[in-house]
């Protein structure tokens, strides 16, 4: 695929996004579009975003259990990176409208406290670079008509990101068994859907340790300060103005978002 065309279509799921509205598939025009064309096309879409004033605060994984692959039909991990526009402040209600076909899912995030690099790594050198873990909501939001997509079209729409909400407690990893963090997703007081983080990879620490080395082929890793999502532990709930939804963990606190 020539550069133009990369960029020409890293603008079209840019200006999607802006005027909150969806588009067909990409791959529905280029049926051929491989996984490779599609992260150009990301790093452009993302290039647009960094043009307008954000900045990158770390990556996020998708597809990394189970639940998540069933749902969206695609079974191999995908890859983003998370900006400092899709950070949503905790305590703020949420405009909902903001994103087309808002959805939410719990996440264990990581905050990476030095440099994570290198086509070696492992869980536990992720472990021991973590600095602490903390409860996340991802909002996901496809700029795909329907919600429906192949593996080459959500990579190239950034995995869906739509925003983040990190909760406010941050604990050590050295303590904690992450396999076993048990997680209950609530949307206005009933209980959505229940996982432990042995959902994520394995272990959330695995899934991450896939995505340094998957960045290392690609020359580069994690960084000093950078938050990592590592994928959705549950199937997702939609969300609607006035709906609260909230994940708690076993031993990392929980989060909890309310939309308006
Ligand atoms: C794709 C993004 C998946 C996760 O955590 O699994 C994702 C989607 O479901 O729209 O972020
Ligand atoms: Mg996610």
Known sequence: MDPQ???????RLYDAAAEHRTVPMLTAEHPSLTEDEAYAIQTALVGLHVAAGATRTGMKLGLTSKAKQREMGIDVPIVGVLLD???LDPGTPFAVG???????EPEIAL????????????????????EAVMPALELLDSRYDGYRFTLPDVVADQTSAGRYLLGGRLTSPRDLDLRLTGCVLTRNGEVAATAA??????????????????????????RAGDIVLS????????LAPG??????????GSVTLACR
């Open 197 to 222: 983080g042995a959902a994520v990879s394995g272990h959330p620490a695995s899934a991450v340790a896939w995505l340094v080395r998957w960045m290392a082929a690609r020359g580069g890793g994690l």
């Open 243 to 252: 709906d609260v939804v909230t994940a708690e963990f076993d031993r990392l």
């Open 98 to 104: 903001q994103l087309g076909q808002p959805r939410a």
């Open 231 to 238: 994928g959705g532990m549950t199937a997702v709930v939609p």
């Open 5 to 11: 065309t990369t960029r020409a279509l890293a603008q």
């Open 111 to 130: 905050l990476i406290g030095r440099e994570l690099a290198g086509p070696g790594v492992t869980a536990a050198h992720v472990l021991a670079a973590t």
């Open 85 to 87: 526009t899709l950070a």
